[in-house]
């Protein structure tokens, strides 16, 4: 197993400036201290317990890669294409500043990162920038936007470390850098397996609708990379009866599991087979962002009684809410039976802006966090299946409030729920020190899942993990500068944190 590399195939020279391509004479580099503690008797500490895990292989359990990406192994496409319009954390914070005088010229909406109109899309919707060289010049404009946020430190580890960027992003230099990258891009070593591979990278789990035909992953497998990039099962749009796209989304269900939905119990039916191809393509866990944590069961009676009301286009909203409740639960039931991981990450309004879903489409950076309750929400389920020896449940949240108060002591008591890592907006660095300080005193490490990364950026998976893994360092190195815990501890756990903990947190499901 290849270790993910920390320098770039470049080595650049230590420096701190920022430099004018027209006069620079050493490439731009970044602190090896970065993300540690600053204070002096931790620092010397945090390094010895990251250098332990600096070079171990990653395993990414929890992300939205689209496997295509690696069946077909074609160059990455410009520069724009592979950091800007994809990415929902850079086009939110280039947006929010659109119309500040200090904000990003040039931007006054999605689609002038490069975002496309849906098909149909309502009459006078913005065209999508299609330069670019232009876009690239928008996001280096308001480069400096993101400092102090994660999405920078991410995005400068994948420029500096992973494709030798010589200059800091800038109005100035974006001209040079796009034609560094493009460079770059050209070349065999920056196709997506290569850097697959140096990455580290032992095991990348993808997110897939379970109607999935599951091509991709076969054609990988074809390539002996069958144990390296499996699937998981995403059944949200599924278990939501009152999405405008229930009705199509269900006959694809039944087509791509040979049947016909036309009940509740040909539904489950389909479903089930449906795993049990996921569970055959290697997946090893189910992916549901319901609004809310709720699992709540119905009677069969009743959960048929909705169905057969949202085949005819009839159901309520309260119907609908409920039976999401109840499909939760019937989740967990089949997860108990196939042995998949069953993930919840609740808590996410999705698409606050309507317009913005309305013309150009989901995850276009709208999507906000509001409380979520865990306490009772999940009783039904942990009283079911908390101590199953089958049933393995992890928890994600963007209520930080909630680690101490709920998800901790969930997890620290009932042996199938783990605490998923902080996700979306809390894989911060101040979000995971804040996240280990609350959770720890009820759920310790050990009850927790690991670093699981969630994202969509393929060159961003080192740089979160590497963040990850120095944060952790950090807090482990107090833990020792108190005498709560020796070294030799801090660094063992460590390591357990970057990796056994995550290939511990979503085994392989045994054989039925």
């Known amino acids: 197993m290849q270790t993910f590399a920390t320098t770039p195939l470049e080595e650049p020279v230590t420096s701190t400036a920022h430099l004018d391509p027209t006069t620079a004479t050493a490439p731009w580099s970044l602190h090896p201290d970065r993300a540690l503690p600053a204070d002096p008797v931790l620092r010397p500490l945090a390094r010895e317990v990251y250098a332990a895990t600096r070079d171990l292989p990653i395993v990414s359990m929890h992300g939205h890669v689209d496997v295509a990406l690696f069946a077909d192994d074609t160059p990455f496409g410009d520069p724009a294409a592979l950091f800007v319009t994809p990415d929902h954390y850079l086009v939110r914070m280039l947006v929010a500043q659109s119309t500040s005088p200090h904000g990003s010229p040039g931007v006054r909406g999605v689609q002038d990162l490069g975002v496309e109109p849906l098909p149909g899309a309502p009459s006078g919707t913005a065209p999508a920038e299609t330069n670019p060289r232009e876009i690239w010049r928008r996001f280096?404009?308001?480069?400096?936007?993101?400092?102090?946020?994660p999405t920078r430190y991410?995005?400068?580890?994948?420029?500096v470390e992973v494709f030798?960027?010589?200059?800091?992003?800038?109005?100035?230099?974006?001209?040079?850098?796009?034609?560094?990258l493009v460079d770059r891009l050209a070349r065999p070593e920056y196709r997506p397996r290569a850097l697959f591979e140096r990455f580290g990278?032992?095991?990348?789990?993808?997110?897939?609708p379970a109607q999935s035909p599951l091509a991709d992953h076969a054609r990988l497998a074809a390539d002996g990379w069958g144990e390296r990039v499996v699937p998981t099962f995403r059944p949200d749009p599924l278990l939501h009866v009152d999405r405008a796209d229930w009705a199509a989304q269900v006959a694809e269900l039944g087509a791509a599991a040979g049947t016909d939905v036309v009940d509740y119990r040909s539904y489950l039916d389909a479903l089930r087979a449906r795993r049990a191809e996921f569970v055959a393509a290697g997946a090893r866990a189910t992916d549901h962002g319901h609004l809310t944590a709720d699992t709540t069961p119905l009677d069969d009676a009743d959960a048929a009684r909705i169905l057969d009301r949202a085949l005819r286009g009839e159901v309520t909203a309260a119907e609908a809410r409920a039976f999401s409740a109840h499909m939760l639960f019937q989740m967990a039931a089949m997860s108990a039976e196939d042995g998949l991981v069953l993930q919840l990450h609740p808590g996410v309004l999705r698409d606050h802006c309507a317009g913005i879903a309305q013309a150009y489409g989901p995850d276009k950076g709208y999507d906000i966090p509001e409380r979520t309750e865990y306490v009772r929400a999940l009783r039904p389920v942990l009283e079911a299946f908390g101590h199953h020896p089958g049933f393995r449940m992890i928890a994600f949240t963007v209520d930080e409030d909630t680690f101490s108060r709920e998800l901790a002591p969930l997890a620290g008591v009932y042996p199938a729920l783990r605490?998923?890592?902080?996700?979306?907006?809390?894989?911060?660095?101040?979000?995971?020190?804040?996240?280990?300080?609350?959770?720890?005193?009820?759920?310790?490490?050990?009850?927790?899942?690991?670093f699981v990364d969630d994202t969509r950026a393929f060159c961003s998976i080192p740089a979160r993990h590497d963040l990850a893994r120095r944060i952790d360092a950090g807090h482990l190195a107090r833990l020792v500068a108190e005498h709560c815990?020796?070294?030799?501890?801090?660094?063992?756990?460590?390591?357990d944190l970057a990796y056994h903990l995550p290939k511990a947190s979503y085994p392989t499901p045994a054989p039925r």
């Open 419 to 450: 605490l998923g890592a902080p996700w979306w907006f809390l894989d911060t660095p101040d979000g995971m020190r804040r996240f280990r300080e609350a959770a720890t005193d009820s759920a310790g490490f050990y009850n927790t899942s690991g």
């Open 140 to 149: 280096c404009a308001g480069w400096h936007l993101f400092r102090g946020t």
């Open 485 to 495: 815990l020796d070294l030799d501890e801090a660094v063992e756990t460590a390591v």
């Open 201 to 208: 990278l032992e095991l990348l789990a993808t997110t897939d």
């Open 164 to 180: 030798g960027a010589p200059v800091r992003p800038s109005a100035e230099t974006a001209d040079a850098l796009y034609d560094h």
């Open 154 to 159: 991410w995005t400068e580890h994948a420029l």
